[in-house]
């Protein structure tokens, strides 16, 4: 069986390895020239995304120069708790590293089952019969297409389904931070929420710290190229060499959006992360979704005594892998965004009763769905 993957972020990564573990010929193809990006801040990693990595052997990789937290402190810029401290809402374990060796680790791992990896090559559009047609103009034909290529996927737009893409009017910023942050210990973890303007930080070992920040329009200059130094010094007094040291950095600043398709597949082309259901990052698990997808797509395959070749057979195994994986990835969108909105559109007179709302929420999904990764373990290659 031969697969051809989009993009090579984390997702597409993630295929590649789970389906070449599984003697899968594999070719991801990545429109940019460098395979990993240096400035991708931090990102965490929950026990679903670590079981996921641990069906791959990519875990020791991703963590080894992370963090792990065991106190989490999530309060508004008054002191009022979300939560209980010492809380980790999701339970098992809990790290925080650089998105550069989560992308390395994965980068390694498809290459060292089989999967090869090809910069400076992107995908222009895919059809239904698995023809992919490349930037240059080129075409390839495959059993299988995975369009991994993000929220503004250049696949999608080919693919008979319907798309609805819902801007959040808010934007993200992540950076990494080459020195330690000394308001923080090992193993800690801190989020203030201050009316629209979120911070969140840590340490990721290795002598660096990460930080993350979102905000609607007005934590930025006019330009949303920048962020508005001294809207949230004055929103953090007390952590203004922290924001000042991440405006320096020049992060990148990312508009959210919440991506939901009709279906995540047409005939031998299949959407997977961003591209399939991008959300915003308020619950931390948009990477994760991505590679839990990723990581069923080849349970899902290894299931049968043979890889399916025909397109009925392709269009069973897309359809039966949807049905499975849509439900969680659909719930874990949901909460996102509730989150975020509770962030961006909370009005200004109710703020002293949003600890509350964040307590009660919280009871209700504070467990990661597991279901879809007990007993997993990689597949012998064929």
Request: aromatic share 6%; charged share 20%.
């Amino acid at each position: 069986m031969d697969v051809i993957v989009a993009g090579g972020g984390i997702g597409g990564l993630a295929a590649a390895a789970a389906l070449a573990a599984r003697g899968v010929n594999v070719t991801v193809h990545e429109r940019r020239r460098e395979l990993i990006d240096a400035e991708g801040g931090a990102i965490v990693l929950g026990e679903n995304l670590l079981l996921a990595l641990d069906s791959l052997g990519a875990t020791d990789e991703a963590t080894r120069k992370g963090d792990a937290k065991s106190f989490f402190s999530y309060a508004d810029s008054h002191g009022r708790a979300h939560t209980p401290p010492h809380t980790n809402l999701s339970g098992g374990r809990y790290f925080y590293v650089s998105r550069y060796e989560l992308h390395h680790a994965l980068l390694h791992t498809a290459q060292r089952l089989g999967a090869t990896v090809v910069a400076a090559s992107g995908v222009r559009s895919a059809r239904a019969d698995g023809t992919v047609v490349f930037d240059t103009g080129d075409e390839a034909h495959a059993d299988l297409v995975i369009g991994a290529d993000g929220v503004g996927s250049a696949i999608r737009p080919s693919m008979d389904i319907t798309v609805h893409v819902t801007p959040q009017r808010h934007f993200g910023i992540l950076t990494a931070l080459d020195y330690l942050l000394p308001e923080i210990d090992t193993g800690h973890m801190r989020e203030r929420w201050n009316g629209t303007l979120r911070m969140g930080y840590g340490r990721l070992g290795n002598g660096a710290s990460g930080v993350y920040l979102s905000c609607n329009e007005d934590g930025l200059t006019a330009d949303h190229r920048h962020l508005d130094i001294e809207r949230w010094v004055s929103a953090y007094p007390d952590q203004q060499a922290v924001i000042r040291a991440v405006a320096a950095s020049n992060p990148k600043i990312s508009p959210l959006s919440e991506v939901v398709c009709s279906s995540w597949s047409d005939g031998r082309v299949a959407l997977l992360g961003d591209a399939a259901h991008a959300m915003p990052p308020h619950r931390g698990q948009g990477a994760a979704m991505a590679v839990l997808g990723a990581v069923h797509l080849g349970q899902v395959l290894s299931r049968g005594p043979d890889f399916p070749k025909t397109d009925s057979g392709v269009h069973t195994l897309l359809r039966q892998w949807e049905a499975e994986v849509r439900p969680v990835i659909r719930r874990t969108q949901r909460n996102a965004v509730l989150y975020c909105r509770a962030q961006s559109r909370w009005p200004t007179a109710l703020l002293p009763l949003r600890p509350w709302f964040f307590r009660v929420t919280a009871k209700r999904i504070r467990h990661l769905d597991l279901s879809l990764l007990t007993d997993l373990s990689p597949a012998p290659a064929r």
